[in-house]
């Protein structure tokens, strides 16, 4: 049994409702974050390269990636090894648009432990901490532990 309910989970879903809600008032939708995210992590990819990432069909990266640049968070230059192909960048938009995203949820993290006093903000913090880092470790390896418990779950049933 799961002694937090999901309660991470839905809390961080209710934030980027918030968030989502608030961007919007940009013009940008979430899964064009997304893609600006994936090209400011990654200037110089290709569509290729953000389909891969992303999950996304031709088409619709197509569509996503010209709505951006014509809303101005990206642009495209020929690429230099293929000249069929071309590269992908954030334009200075889509680094403020991540500082807006980043202060919008920092914005209502910080309301929501607003209740807390200073002693408890840095426990929950500290606790909040060790079970980021195992997530991360967990993540990076691969799942390994993780895969195992849905493995057992399911031979279970």
């Given at each position: ?71 101005g968070y990206l642009v495209r230059k020929t690429n230099p ?77």
């Amino acid at each position: 049994m799961d002694p937090t309910k999901r309660e991470m989970t839905k809390i961080a879903r209710e934030v980027a409702k918030f968030t989502a809600h608030t961007l919007k008032q940009d013009n940008v939708g979430t899964a064009e974050i997304n893609f600006i995210h994936t090209v400011r992590h990654n200037p110089g990819i290709t569509q290729a390269g953000i389909r891969d990432i992303l999950s996304l069909d031709k088409g619709a990266c197509a569509r996503q990636a010209l709505s951006l640049e014509h809303k101005g968070y990206l642009v495209r230059k020929t690429n230099p090894k293929d000249g069929r192909s071309q590269l992908l960048f954030p334009t200075e938009k889509a680094e403020t648009l991540k500082l807006s995203r980043v202060s919008v949820e920092s914005l209502a993290y910080e309301w929501l432990l607003k209740p807390l006093n200073a002693s408890e903000k840095k426990e929950f913090s500290r606790m909040l901490d060790i079970v980021y880092r195992r997530s991360r470790e967990e993540s990076i390896a691969g799942f390994p532990h993780l895969n195992k418990l849905v493995k057992k779950e399911s031979q279970d049933k």
